[in-house]
């Protein structure tokens, strides 16, 4: 149940609530949990326009994107590593029509330590999360 925080100046995106899904869609999918509402629900992305000249470079460019992904502990492996930067740097750069914003993407991936991934009101250690992942499956295949 990643958030993603996708950093750009205004303007940068057409529509900043079409990327926003699709960057949840692209992590869930690369991810590979299963696909119920415990995870949609729960898995989003945030655009964050900033005013202009709020992004620069050491000379001064500031056509530049950050995309921050924070997880759980554990949930990438480095393929999946691999994927999503690669798949989130092409979904900015399509959003943005600009295939050269592949090269001022920066991506960061954080984990949360166990513990430290917050969701209902509880702080949820790796093997809570998946508990609450298989009710929630049980919960479902029952009804």
Do not use: C
Not at 9 to 24: E, N, P
Not at 67 to 93: F, P, S, Y
């Amino acid at each position: 149940m990643p958030m993603i925080d996708i950093y750009a100046t205004v303007g940068t995106f057409a529509d900043v609530t079409a990327l926003a899904q699709k960057a949840a869609a692209t992590v869930m999918e690369v991810e590979e949990v299963p696909t119920i509402p415990m995870f949609r629900t729960n898995t989003a992305a945030f655009v964050h326009e900033l005013p202009a000249g709020a992004i620069a470079n050491v000379d001064g460019p500031t056509s530049h994107v950050r995309v921050q992904v924070q997880t759980n502990a554990g949930a990438l492996d480095r393929n999946k590593q691999l994927a999503v930067v690669e798949r989130l740097t092409a979904l900015i750069a399509e959003a943005a029509g600009d295939e050269s914003l592949r090269q001022r993407t920066w991506a960061t991936l954080i984990e949360a330590v166990p513990g430290g991934w917050g969701l209902w009101g509880h702080a949820h250690t790796n093997d809570e999360i998946v508990d609450a992942a298989r009710a929630e499956i049980g919960r479902l295949n029952a009804g």
